[in-house]
């Protein structure tokens, strides 16, 4: 069945440095989303990623869709406290029947 | 505008008995979601509703799990009877619903944290 990877499960980094997270599926997606998780909390929707080749950006977090629709990468610049977390991938199979989550990647930030 | 709503929070029962957990979604979504998360894993889907009807419900243990979305509102998990390996949390999520295979995104409740002893 439809599986979806993220690598890597950890991260952590000093304040103000960048991370990326890589989410990669087993079949052609139909679109891709991306949470974020804070501790304790529950997922909060980021973004969803349609077209081959997407690009978008929020403020700091720059997302990216492959393109041939399996890969996809969450890329943060210079990162903050407040991006502590756990973010996810979700990709829809191309016919639409289901979501599958990524395990996550964690991410720690020391100031 | 309320968010998708839970309860209980914390549920804490010993094996063999039974639990259920009610969520409430954002007025208007006729998609409805549970799901289950353990301890550094995503959210793994349930069941999901389109309005009343459970239009995805394999990956539901239905030996002891069963669902309910009376008048496409409301909807109940229930578990009968727990397991040890049921302790998780429970996740809720609504959305608008999906558009030509296109998922629109998901609005998550707080969950509900299971423990089983």
């Known amino acids: 069945g439809q599986q979806v990877m993220q690598i890597p499960q950890y991260q952590h980094v000093q304040e103000g440095e960048d991370f990326t997270t890589y989410c990669n599926s087993s079949?052609?997606?139909?679109?891709i989303q991306w949470y974020k998780q804070r501790p304790g909390g529950h997922p909060v929707f980021l973004i969803q990623?349609?077209?081959?080749?997407e690009v978008k950006k929020q403020k700091r977090l720059t997302f990216q869709f492959g393109e041939a629709k399996k890969n996809s990468s969450l890329h943060i610049t210079a990162t903050q406290t407040t991006d502590v977390g756990t973010y996810f991938c979700?990709?829809?199979?191309?016919?639409?029947?289901?979501?599958?989550f990524g395990k996550g990647t964690t991410l720690s930030v020391s100031s | 505008e309320a968010g998708v709503v839970q309860s209980p929070r914390y549920k804490i029962i010993e094996k063999k008995q039974p639990v259920a957990f009610w969520c409430n979604p954002i007025?208007?979504?006729?998609?409805l979601y549970w799901y289950l998360q353990n301890l550094g894993q995503g959210p793994e889907l349930l069941i999901r509703?389109?309005?009343?009807?459970?239009?995805?419900d394999s990956q539901l243990p239905k030996d002891r799990f069963s669902a309910e979305r009376l008048k496409g509102v409301d909807s109940t998990l229930k578990i009968q009877p727990a397991e040890l390996g049921d302790s998780a949390v429970y996740l809720c999520?609504?959305?608008?619903?999906?558009?030509?295979?296109?998922?629109?995104?998901?609005?998550f409740g707080p969950g509900t944290r299971l423990t089983v002893l």
């Open positions: 509703y389109e309005n009343e009807e459970a239009v995805d």
């Open positions: 999520a609504s959305s608008p619903g999906t558009s030509g295979g296109t998922y629109n995104e998901q609005f």
């Open positions: 979700a990709g829809s199979n191309q016919a639409g029947t289901a979501l599958i």
């Open positions: 079949t052609t997606l139909s679109n």
């Open positions: 990623l349609v077209k081959s080749g």
């Open positions: 007025s208007g979504h006729n998609t």
